[in-house]
């Protein structure tokens, strides 16, 4: 870190797929925001993005035992039905000004980042499974 670099203080901190990836790593220190957040919250497409990561990896047993460490660090964030309500409404405005993308992995990328998209809704009408 820079010396005129300054950290935010996370008390509560939901996080991507790319996030998660970077954690997992062993060659990376495990990223300052996720460290330094009190609750982390691991929304369900991020958990299901990397179980699909797990079943396409050479080192699946290390790699699963990894992303369970990283579940009990984290409370799973699963969507009401109010929430996928306005995901849906987010897809309909966003795909009136952007065409969807034509290959399945960037349109899965899409679908995740609408997700994230909806996070500020999401987050809002919390309901926690851990």
Known sequence: MRSDET??????????????IDSLRPERPFPYPLQAARQLFMPLFVLAELRVGVA?????????????????RSRL???????????VRVRRDVERVRTAPRTIEKQE????????????????????RC
């Not at 964030?77 to 995901?87: Q, R, S, Y």
């Open 7 to 20: 950290r935010l203080p996370f008390d509560r901190l939901a996080f991507d797929a790319n996030a998660a």
């Open 109 to 128: 990328g899409f679908g995740h980042d609408l997700w994230i998209a909806a996070l500020p809704h999401f987050v809002s009408n919390i309901r926690c």
């Open 56 to 72: 396409r990896s050479r080192r699946r047993e290390e790699n699963a035992a990894a992303v369970d460490n990283l579940c009990q």
């Open 77 to 87: 964030l699963i969507p009401d039905a109010e929430t996928i309500d306005f995901c």
